[in-house]
């Protein structure tokens, strides 16, 4: 039986709370809602969603809050939701282990892309073959793919999680070439101009 992914979506503005879930229902995903931060981690612990969509900006509790409580304990993609110009809150909320963002406002296409990369990306992994290979050792160069950590020297070295995608990619392909149209396809699917820009810009730094 093929059991539908199960989106958790947290927001408090209704209109776009209903929106989501009018949009993501249509599409076939089971849906959860709530407006609270602290329904969302009981929720989130309780449920077991796959994906979770979660504004910042909540009445209870911050949604980088949400994150911080939850991450450790969920596989679930998180995709967060802020408001134009809000740039270091997106930032933070990327460094705490969200795997995307949704910037306010946002049309149903662009929220249907972030849901199927998103859910690309759990299948990912959570595969088997995934979880075969759990580390990848280069000279002083060690990656966990189950603890999601990488040390150079035995020193941990923080990375986000995009950063993390990277690595693990380029890790699974050692030694061959990839162009960035296949990186940026793998990373964050086929549909945003400006995150491959971000690429360019990793490569810079
Ligand atoms: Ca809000």
Partial sequence: MDIKPLILIVEDDKPIKKFMKVSLEAQGYRCIETEFGNAAITIILSQNPDIIILDLGLPDIDGLKVIDKVRKSTKAMIIVV??????????EALDKGADDYLTKPFSVAELSARVRVALRHFNQDNSPQNNELSVFVVKDLKIDFQK?????LDEEIHLTPMEFKLI???????????????????IWGNYLDNDSQSLRFLWLI
């Fill in 148 to 152: 999601r950590k990488v040390m150079i």
């Fill in 82 to 91: 802020s408001a134009r110009g809000r740039e270091s809150e997106k930032v």
């Fill in 168 to 186: 693990e990619l380029m890790s699974k392909y050692a030694g061959r070439v990839l162009t960035h149209k296949y990186i940026v396809n793998e």
